[in-house]
C-alpha cells in the first residue's frame, strides 16, 4: 500500500500568513493526488484536485503542486475561515490511502 | 446542489452487524463511482471501500475485505454498506462519498456513527 506522509502534523499560524503544508507518497503517483479541509464537526470538504486544479468554489488563495512523490498544498493570506484540519489522499491505486493530517491553529 | 444523506449508524455489539445507506440526489447517482470513508473519533480518515458506477465492481481495504460488502440500487440512488462480523476497531463516523473521473470523493455526505461496544 502507498503511505502518505503530510508535515508538518500542526502549525500555528496568523491572519494574513501564507501557510505551506507538504505531503509526501512513498512510491510515485504521478498527478493522483486530492486535498481536502475539514471542519471541526463537519464532514471533508475537497479543495485541489491532480493536484493544481481547484474545485469549483474554492478561493483561489488555495494552490496545490507537485507530482511524483511531492505535493504541497500552500494557502496565500489565511482567513479566519481557513483555521482547519488539511489532508492530502492519493488516488494512484487501490487502496486509496490519506495523509494523518495537517491541523493548521490561531497562532 | 449534490446531497449525499447517510443513516443506519448506531450501537451495535461486537460480532454484530449493521447496514448503512446513503440517499443520493441532485444528480444522476448511476454515472458516478461512490466510496465509503470512516474516521475514528479524533483520528484521520480512512477509505473503506468503492464501487463502479454500475455496480459491477467494487474495491475495500484490508482492514474490511471479507467483512463488508459494499452495493448500490441505481434505481433507488442508493448506496449500501453491509457490515457483519463488526469489531471495536470499526467504531468510527462512516461517509458516503462521491467520485468524478480525477476528481475522488468531490462531494461528501454528513455521516453516519456506527459505535461497536458491548
Known amino acids: 500500500d502507498i503511505q502518505m506522509t503530510q508535515s508538518p502534523s500542526s502549525l500555528s499560524a496568523s491572519v494574513g500568513d501564507t501557510v505551506t503544508i507538504t505531503c509526501r507518497a512513498s512510491?510515485?503517483?504521478?498527478?493522483?493526488l486530492v486535498w481536502f479541509q475539514q471542519q471541526p464537526g463537519k464532514a471533508p470538504k475537497s479543495l485541489i484536485y491532480?493536484?493544481?486544479s481547484l474545485q469549483s468554489g474554492v478561493p483561489s488563495r488555495f494552490s496545490g503542486s507537485g507530482s511524483g512523490t511531492a505535493f504541497t498544498l500552500t494557502i496565500s493570506s489565511l482567513q479566519p475561515e481557513d483555521f482547519a484540519t488539511y489532508y492530502c489522499q492519493h488516488f494512484n491505486n487501490y487502496p486509496w490511502t490519506f495523509g494523518q493530517g495537517t491541523r493548521v491553529e490561531v497562532k | 446542489e449534490v446531497q449525499l444523506l447517510e443513516s443506519g449508524g448506531g450501537l451495535v455489539q461486537p460480532g454484530g452487524s449493521l447496514r448503512l445507506s446513503c440517499a443520493a440526489s441532485?444528480?444522476?447517482?448511476?454515472?458516478?463511482?461512490m466510496s465509503w470513508v470512516r474516521q475514528t473519533p479524533g483520528k484521520g480518515l480512512e477509505w473503506v471501500s468503492a464501487?463502479?458506477?454500475?455496480?459491477?465492481?467494487?474495491y475495500y481495504a484490508d482492514s474490511v475485505r471479507g467483512r463488508f460488502t459494499m452495493s448500490r440500487d441505481n434505481s433507488r440512488d442508493t448506496l449500501y454498506l453491509q457490515m457483519n462480523s463488526l469489531r471495536a476497531e470499526d467504531t468510527a463516523m462512516y461517509y458516503c462519498?462521491?467520485?468524478?473521473?480525477?476528481?475522488?470523493?468531490?462531494?461528501w455526505g454528513q455521516g453516519t456513527l456506527v459505535t461497536v461496544s458491548s
Open positions: 491532480a493536484p493544481s
Open positions: 441532485q444528480f444522476t447517482f448511476s454515472s458516478y463511482a
Open positions: 512510491q510515485g503517483i504521478s498527478n493522483h
Open positions: 464501487i463502479s458506477s454500475g455496480g459491477d465492481r467494487t
Open positions: 462519498a462521491r467520485h468524478t473521473s480525477g476528481r475522488p470523493h468531490d462531494y
